[in-house]
């Protein structure tokens, strides 16, 4: 899981997918297991929490999720993002937020921004 957090942190900072495949290729690091981490990294997960938490659910066959989707409180206006969705066959919705509302509310996780709520 430590190799999805470096990828996916790679990614999110401007990295291609391509430069980290051919450096891992040039070092002798192209595994199967390396391959699976290229196949799924994405620069979506916000912090290594997210990109733990994406590979266990890979790693647990889960179909991978949508991240980062935004939702708008149709009594408030308000905007919120969540972690996580999955769209079911039937309609539902499920979502998985790993921070929960901190990442609204903690200044540290708020990247200079103001409470969007």
Same mark, same amino acid.
């Given at each position: 899981?430590?190799?999805?957090?470096?990828?996916?942190?790679? !990614?999110?900072?401007?990295?291609?997918? +391509?430069?980290?495949?051919?450096?891992?290729?040039?070092?002798? !690091?192209?595994?199967?297991?390396?391959?699976?981490?290229?196949?799924?990294?994405?620069?979506?997960?916000?912090?290594?929490?997210?990109?733990?938490?994406?590979?266990?659910?890979?790693?647990?066959?889960? %179909?991978?999720?949508?991240?980062?989707? %935004?939702? +708008?409180?149709?009594? +408030?206006?308000?905007?919120?993002?969540?972690?996580?969705?999955?769209?079911?066959?039937?309609?539902?919705?499920?979502?998985? %937020?790993?921070?929960?509302?901190?990442?609204?509310?903690?200044?540290?996780?708020?990247?200079?921004?103001?409470?969007?709520?």
């Amino acid at each position: 899981m430590p190799a999805m957090e470096v990828m996916c942190w790679a !990614l999110r900072n401007g990295t291609s997918s +391509t430069e980290i495949i051919a450096c891992a290729t040039r070092e002798g !690091l192209l595994n199967a297991p390396a391959q699976s981490v290229f196949r799924f990294a994405t620069p979506f997960a916000e912090n290594g929490g997210e990109a733990r938490a994406l590979a266990a659910m890979i790693l647990c066959w889960f %179909e991978p999720p949508a991240q980062q989707v %935004e939702f +708008t409180d149709p009594q +408030t206006g308000k905007r919120y993002r969540v972690d996580f969705l999955w769209r079911t066959r039937d309609g539902r919705i499920v979502v998985v %937020e790993l921070d929960e509302l901190v990442k609204y509310r903690d200044p540290q996780m708020m990247d200079g921004r103001c409470d969007r709520r």
